[in-house]
């Protein structure tokens, strides 16, 4: 199959370090390209598999890593447009080559005289006939353990069975990613009386006329829901009827009307537990954990559950806590899901001196994002970042900095994406628009995503302290990707097990806080005052504030995915009207059914689990957080904010990427195994 030489994406972008040309590129490029990729990536790996000289790393490893070059073009940039500006005509790309990739992937990991090839260079390699240097080493472990798992080694029959389970899968992921957004933007609260909005800010109102206006409303106010079950408005809104509303508006998505998304989480937890089994694992976490460092199920299964009661006693102790202040504002009403951040919010201006509301115009964007997470990182690595107003991407609002390394030797390119609009998912996230690579002589082009409120043109964008942290969190995965220094694609940057990823960027989270940091960015964005340095060290020592709910909440999605992917297939619902209630004993046999902290997310509308990705490792974030808390209490002991801190994390984890074993890349940085006490002393928790 080819492809017409005038679509933008048949050959390498011009622009500076391999930018996508969106300019030039329409919607209706990708799928002939994607397609065209597909078949080119079959014939080179085909090349590969036929070739009659001896293995080599140059005829197996580098070719395989120089193959598919027109398919990852294309998919980098389709899958850096479709989450965050899609239209109807990218979604029907979208549901088209999601079973295409899940067959392409089978054409090539059931591939017998694929697998063959690349063994026989093992062969060779264990005859003594060749000596692989450690990346080359480490690339055919993984790549002979992913002909496995696929399950290569399957007869027949149930190969075609696999198939057909794999496509069916993709399309439902698929599926789900799309009415999960339809979802939350019709779940909209629409308000009629702008009485009812008080504790919002001025800026947020006229924000959310904006947004009704937008949609179509000649009068009202939209409040837009965030993807999770919390919303941020619920922190400050005085009218109990609106937070209930909004409440009940984000934790029923999915649960019946146009968007139900209930058949499919039924029938994805099916096929998944299926498909575990053919390919001989106990159930799908089994299978999903043992490429990860958590290595067996039963691992996760283990930490979940131990930590479970303690966040759920702490999380009790803090409802309790706030039953003063809920008194003083309902006398004889019982407190709710929908109140809970509300009190909290009043509790920790009680206790703290800290009104969240106080805080926001101390944290402006471009102040947080130049003077905190380019500054931390600086510090950190030496590193510099220069806007470039001649490049653009997907949308207008999207911006391209020039990353450099301190004598001025380019890096890469960062690309960020600040604010919600109706094609984007929720949430935030990272990617890479193109991989660092020194056998492609390539430099990392990273994306970080978020969902920030736009203000009306004109205003500044204030901040929640929630949104800095996420702003650093991201930016962690970001420089991931940007010191990558490895010299293939595969295992570059961010290419770790999933229960790995996530350690960098909750390590980058500690800057937020830094004494050195946070004074440069916590500025108020009318006067240039400094954030009061009561209110700074106020923010320092609320840090176990309300970490029981926190924990609560994360750790009732996390046994959420856990529960779906390791119930037996014969227990799973067949019926949706059976979903609510697996959900409520699932939770209470392990004892985590609170219902003033619903999970994080329920199963309708979590994204992370359904449409894929990290299915049945929604534990990735805690289990990455071990390895963080650690980390965190070992660079606070040395010394902090250092170039030398920064230059050992760098070389010894960031840099390697996914080229050794990271838990070989943690134990050669920090000298020694994770200690979980640092986990438990940051969180409150005493297990």
């Known amino acids: 199959m080819s492809l017409d030489s005038a679509n933008p994406l048949s050959s390498p972008s011009a622009l500076p370090f391999g930018l996508p040309d969106f300019a030039a590129i329409t919607d209706e490029h990708y799928q002939p390209?994607?397609?065209?990729?597909?078949a080119a990536h079959l014939a080179?790996?085909?090349?590969?598999?036929?070739?009659?000289?001896?293995?080599?790393?140059?005829?197996?490893?580098?070719?395989?890593?120089?193959?598919?070059?027109?398919?990852?073009?294309?998919?980098?940039?389709f899958y850096t447009k479709q989450p965050a500006d899609t239209n109807d005509q990218l979604d029907a790309v979208e549901a088209a080559i999601a079973p295409e990739l899940a067959a392409h992937s089978d054409a090539i990991y059931l591939d017998r005289a694929l697998y063959d090839r690349v063994a026989s260079l093992a062969r060779r390699v264990e005859a003594g006939e060749l000596e692989l240097d450690a990346q080359a080493s480490y690339w055919l472990e993984r790549k002979l353990l992913a002909f496995e798992r696929a399950g290569v080694n399957l007869p027949e029959a149930d190969q075609e069975r696999l198939r057909a389970l794999n496509h069916r899968l993709a399309e439902l992921q698929s599926t789900f990613g799309r009415e999960a957004l339809a979802g939350l933007n019709a779940a909209a609260v629409l308000v009629t009386d702008v009485a009812e909005l008080d504790g919002l800010s001025e800026a947020e109102i006229a924000g959310a006329r904006e947004r009704a206006s937008e949609q179509g409303h000649e009068t009202g106010w939209l409040i837009e829901l965030d993807h999770t079950s919390g919303q941020r408005p619920l922190d400050v809104l005085r009218n109990?009827?609106?937070?209930?509303?909004?409440?009940?508006?984000?934790?029923?998505?999915?649960?019946?009307?146009?968007?139900?998304?209930?058949?499919?989480?039924?029938?994805?937890?099916?096929?998944?537990?299926?498909?575990?089994?053919?390919?001989?694992?106990g159930n799908h976490a089994a299978y999903v954990a043992a490429d990860a460092c958590a290595r067996t199920g039963q691992a996760v299964w283990d930490l979940l559950t131990r930590l479970a009661p303690a966040a759920v006693a702490n999380a009790r102790a803090e409802a309790a806590d706030m039953e003063p202040v809920w008194r003083t504002i309902e006398p004889s009403a019982p407190l709710q899901a929908w109140d809970w951040q509300y009190v909290s919010e009043l509790l920790r201006t009680e206790r703290y001196s800290l009104d969240a509301g106080l805080l926001r115009p101390y944290l402006e964007l471009e102040r947080v994002l130049t003077?905190?997470?380019?500054?931390?990182?600086?510090?950190?690595?030496?590193?510099?970042?220069?806007?470039?107003?001649?490049?653009?991407?997907?949308?207008?609002?999207?911006?391209?900095?020039?990353?450099?390394?301190?004598?001025?030797?380019?890096?890469?390119?960062?690309?960020?994406?600040?604010?919600?609009?109706?094609?984007?998912?929720?949430?935030?996230?990272?990617?890479?628009?193109?991989?660092?690579?020194?056998?492609?002589?390539?430099?990392?082009?990273?994306?970080?995503?978020?969902?920030?409120?736009?203000?009306?043109?004109?205003?500044?964008?204030?901040?929640?302290?929630?949104d800095v942290i996420t702003l650093f969190h991201e930016f962690g995965h970001a420089l991931h990707g940007l010191l990558a220094d490895t010299a293939y694609v595969s295992l570059?940057?961010?290419?770790?097990?999933?229960d790995f990823v996530e350690y960098p960027s909750q390590v980058n989270e500690m800057w937020a806080l830094d004494p050195q940091v946070l004074p440069r960015y916590a500025v108020h964005h009318e006067t240039g005052e400094p954030m009061p340095a009561e209110w700074i060290e106020t923010l320092r020592g609320s840090t176990l504030f309300q970490q029981g709910f926190k924990t609560t909440e994360y750790l009732g999605a996390a046994l959420l995915d856990q529960l779906w992917h390791t119930t037996p297939l014969e227990e799973l619902p067949t019926d949706p009207e059976q979903v609510e209630e697996f959900e409520r004993a699932g939770l209470a046999r392990v004892g985590i059914d609170f219902d003033l902290v619903p999970p994080r997310y329920r199963s309708t509308y979590f994204r992370h689990t359904f449409e894929g990705g990290y299915d049945a490792g929604y534990y990735s974030y805690i289990w990455s957080e071990v390895l963080d808390a650690d980390t965190a209490a070992f660079i606070t002991a040395n010394g902090g904010l250092t170039r030398e801190n920064g230059e050992r994390f760098r070389r010894h984890l960031l840099a390697k990427g996914g080229s050794v074993d990271v838990m070989d890349s943690f134990r050669d940085y920090r000298g020694a195994e994770p200690d979980l006490t640092h986990l438990l002393e940051r969180r409150g928790l005493k297990v």
């Open 33 to 38: 390209a994607i397609e065209a990729g597909m």
């Open 44 to 77: 080179e790996l085909a090349a590969i598999a036929a070739d009659p000289e001896p293995a080599t790393v140059a005829n197996v490893i580098e070719a395989w890593e120089s193959s598919g070059l027109l398919l990852t073009r294309a998919l980098n940039a």
């Open 240 to 281: 109990r009827g609106l937070r209930e509303r909004i409440h009940k508006a984000a934790v029923t998505r999915g649960f019946g009307g146009a968007h139900d998304t209930r058949p499919l989480v039924i029938e994805l937890a099916r096929l998944r537990a299926e498909r575990a089994a053919l390919l001989g694992f």
């Open 371 to 466: 003077d905190g997470v380019f500054a931390a990182a600086n510090g950190l690595y030496g590193i510099t970042f220069t806007e470039r107003d001649d490049l653009t991407g997907y949308n207008p609002e999207v911006r391209v900095f020039d990353v450099n390394e301190a004598d001025g030797t380019p890096i890469g390119l960062f690309v960020a994406d600040f604010y919600t609009r109706p094609g984007k998912q929720g949430g935030a996230w990272m990617n890479n628009m193109v991989d660092q690579s020194h056998l492609l002589g390539q430099r990392p082009v990273v994306t970080n995503n978020s969902n920030l409120v736009k203000p009306p043109a004109g205003q500044p964008t204030l901040m929640t302290w929630d």
């Open 492 to 498: 570059s940057g961010a290419q770790t097990p999933r």
